[in-house]
């Protein structure tokens, strides 16, 4: 998942909002995984949660229980007064999979939640072996 213009909340609070922003948005996060979960920050305003036992259909659910925990808790608290939502993008790991071709799918998916919009999950439905 990524924040949804992350840029554009740097660009007009500031890094430290954006800084204290990805915090939040972490710790918020942090409450709705599982003990077996991870949570690791991939790059920027991008992150990765790593599902273990898992399907795609759970970590979609899963996405989509994220998404909505973060835009509700910014819009409650008035925190930023656009908001905060995120993208998520879904892919489970395949047999075919090395590193590499899993997180293109894993990516490709998050770009997909973009281009509809943001604030949304998108699943990679590779057939799986």
Known sequence: FD???FKQINDRYGNVIGD???IEACRILS???RESDMLARYGGDEF???CVDSDAQ???QLGERLRSVVEEFYVEHHILTDGLTISVGVAELSM???L??????VDDAL???KEKGRNNVQVDMLELE
């Open 20 to 22: 204290k922003t990805l």
């Open 31 to 33: 409450r709705e995984l």
């Open 100 to 105: 590499t071709t899993f997180f293109k799918r």
């Open 58 to 60: 759970d970590a979609a």
């Open 96 to 98: 075919s999979d090395d």
């Open 3 to 5: 924040l949804d213009y």
């Open 48 to 50: 990765a949660i790593l």
């Open 111 to 113: 770009y997909s939640a």
